[in-house]
């Protein structure tokens, strides 16, 4: 079983500055691909963005491009998301989840975290 906590989420000005963090624990949670997503109230879940099992490849939905940055420190399981340049329409309870696999669609995954809230003010 995997077990996931994500912390850093808050209120940030459009402009600004946010970063998330996700505490992973359990089975071999360093082989696992990680990735972050969002949901906005009345709207479905979305990919943000994942990196793989050693960090060698990180994907992004193009709504964040160049803005959001995604790291993993395997040593102390934990995977980042650094959000720059946030817009009020980042708003939204950002997820961390884990797979075998990085993959851009929700349902695939199999772990997930309970979710930490971002709010972006204009």
């Known amino acids: 079983q995997v077990r996931l906590v994500e912390s850093g989420g808050g209120l940030a000005q459009a402009g600004g500055s946010l970063n998330l963090s996700c505490a992973a624990s359990?089975?071999?949670?360093?082989?696992?691909?990680m990735a972050w997503f969002r949901q906005a109230p009345g709207k479905e879940r979305e990919f943000v963005g994942g990196?793989?099992?050693?960090?060698?490849?990180?994907r992004y939905a193009d709504f964040v491009k160049g803005r959001f940055t995604i790291s993993r420190d395997n040593a102390k399981n934990t995977v980042f998301l650094r959000m720059n340049s946030l817009k009020p329409e980042d708003t939204a309870v950002y997820y961390c989840?884990?797979?075998?696999?990085?993959?851009?669609?929700?349902?695939?995954?199999?772990?997930w975290g309970q979710g930490t809230q971002v709010t972006v003010s204009s």
């Open positions: 989840a884990a797979d075998s696999y990085l993959r851009d669609y929700h349902g695939q995954y199999d772990y």
């Open positions: 359990g089975r071999i949670v360093s082989m696992l691909a």
């Open positions: 990196i793989s099992w050693n960090g060698g490849t990180t």
